[in-house]
């Protein structure tokens, strides 16, 4: 009579390993619940004990606190508008770009509405990590164009400014589709707007 297989343990995750997987797993409740999250919501969907949050992180608090600086992470971000294929009509690719930008701004700003309207401090949160917030959205928006910047290399010699200022020219005018569209607008029309503007003047040819 063979043996049956023994099974392979996975590896143990390291503590940080822990704390980054918990925090990827709260961020969607998160946006949805805010503040209010609790500790049993947290547990279930990191497929962990509630004890086992706790020895990752101090308090919910601190949990909060990692969740908001994962968000203002630019990697997922910048790593793909960077891997938008160079060899396409201008114009789409512009689209692409800017629909990447504009869909990762967006949930950071509905994250932060569902926050502050739980009741959370962003204040406190600021205070505690020591950064003026300005210097943080200076740092998103700075990581963000010169991620645009690399994109949009193969394109200099056909632009008549610096890339970096075309870069930032589109964010620029992508913010713009979130704060002037109604709720349910098509954000790809209000990109491709601005976008044609962008790249052809707003004036009619004569």
Do not use: W
């Amino acid at each position: 009579m063979s043996e049956a297989p023994s099974r392979r343990r996975a590896p143990a995750m390291s503590p940080d390993q822990r704390r980054s997987a918990i925090v990827r797993a709260v961020l969607p409740l998160l946006a949805e619940h805010g503040a209010n999250i609790t500790t049993r919501q947290i547990a279930q969907a990191a497929g962990i004990a509630e004890g086992t949050v706790f020895r990752a992180f101090k308090d919910k608090d601190e949990l909060l606190r990692a969740c908001v600086a994962e968000a203002f992470r630019t990697d997922q971000v910048c790593a793909a508008i960077r891997q938008v294929p160079r060899d396409g009509d201008l114009t789409d690719r512009l689209g692409e770009i800017g629909a990447l930008f504009l869909d990762h701004f967006t949930q950071l700003g509905n994250l932060m509405q569902t926050l502050v309207t739980s009741g959370y401090d962003l204040q406190r949160h600021r205070a505690h990590h020591g950064r003026n917030p300005s210097d943080v959205r200076a740092e998103f928006m700075r990581n963000l164009s010169g991620a645009i910047t690399d994109a949009l290399a193969p394109d200099e010699p056909r632009l008549r400014i610096p890339v970096e200022d075309f870069a930032q020219l589109l964010l620029a005018l992508v913010v713009g589709v979130r704060f002037d569209e109604k709720p349910g607008a098509d954000h790809q029309e209000g990109i491709r707007k601005r976008v044609d503007v962008l790249l052809h003047g707003a004036l009619a040819e004569t």
